[in-house]
Structure formats: C-alpha cells, structure tokens
C-alpha cells in the first residue's frame, strides 16, 4: 500500500537498516497511521546514522545512548520536541527482537550520578566526544564528587578551585 512506497524512500543506512522493515510492520499492524510509521522510520534511520557515526552497533542502544541521542539532536536545533518516549516504539521494537538488552532494574540515582550524567550529556552535545571518552571523562570525575559527597548529599558549596586542581594533580600522578 501506499504506507510502505513512502516508506522506500526513507534512506537507511548503519547498524538498524536490517529492523526498519520489520519495525514497520509492527507499527502498522498496532495501528499507527501511515504518517506515524514514516516519521517512526525516520527517527530509526537518524539513530541508525547517529549509531555508525560512533562505531556503535544495535546492542549499544541503551538508555544512556538514547539520551545523548537526543542531547545531540536538541543541541543541534533539531526537534527540541523529541523526548526520551518518542524512541520508546523503536527502543521498544529493538529489545522485543533481542537487538537491545532490556535494562535491569536501575539502582537509585546518587546526587553525584545525576551531576555525571548532566556532564556525560553536555560532553557528548556540546564538545561531540565519542561514548568512550565521555566514558573515561565521567569515571575520572566520579572519585571527585565523591569525595564532596556526605550523608548522601552532594555538598557543591564544598567546590572550590584550589580542590579541583589537587584533585587533578593527584589524577595526574597516577
């Protein structure tokens, strides 16, 4: 039908050109429009993209990459409307096929895990950092907010410049 003629001329390439057929389908049959299905497809072949940039493949989609995902295309003024739900359907699609691990139950977020991640987010959007080294950025800072860390509080009013440079001088040493 007219539905999959729109959809041959949505240019997929990278790690999730062999799902969007199949992830069609499966759109169309739980009832979503045609013009859903398109934009869902769209969206698929953006990550899709967005994922061979990175050398990433399907199984590194998890939330935190989705996340940067969207971090990148809101810090690139593109559809700021997109949410972590909009990828849901393909998120969703990706571990029903066994592409994507369904993520466990997460431990409660620590005040540093949140900072870590608001500073993983402005790595990858603002300075385009590859995963790994946003990774080794994010473990290279998490001693350091620990270390400001009491009773389960995150004590910020702690920070000063002279804290931070003996933290990286002491980073440095080893």
């Known amino acids: 039908g007219k539905n999959m ?10 790690p999730l050109e062999g799902y969007a057929e199949g992830f069609a389908s ?10 859903s299905v398109v934009f869902h497809v769209r969206l698929l072949a953006h990550v899709s ?3 061979e940039g990175r050398d990433l493949d399907v199984a590194a989609l998890g939330p935190a990459a989705a996340e940067a995902f969207l971090a990148e295309r809101q810090a690139s003024g593109r559809s700021a409307a997109l949410r972590i739900g909009t990828l849901e359907p393909l998120l969703g699609y990706l571990r029903g096929a066994g592409a ?8 409660p977020a620590t005040p540093a895990d ?7 987010g402005y790595l990858a959007a603002e300075r385009g950092l590859a995963q790994s080294t946003i990774r080794r950025n994010v473990e ?3 001693p350091f907010l620990m270390g400001l860390a ?25």
């Open 26 to 35: 499966e759109l169309a049959r739980q009832g979503y429009a045609s013009s």
């Open 114 to 120: 949140v900072v870590l991640a608001r500073y993983a």
């Open 150 to 174: 009491s009773d389960g509080q995150l004590d910020l009013g702690r920070l000063t410049a002279g804290g931070v440079t003996a933290f990286v001088v002491s980073q440095s040493r080893q």
């Open 140 to 142: 290279l800072v998490r």
């Open 5 to 14: 003629s729109d959809l041959s001329r949505v240019a997929i390439s990278g």
């Open 100 to 107: 994507v691990a369904v993520p466990g139950p997460l431990p």
């Open 49 to 51: 993209r967005w994922l």
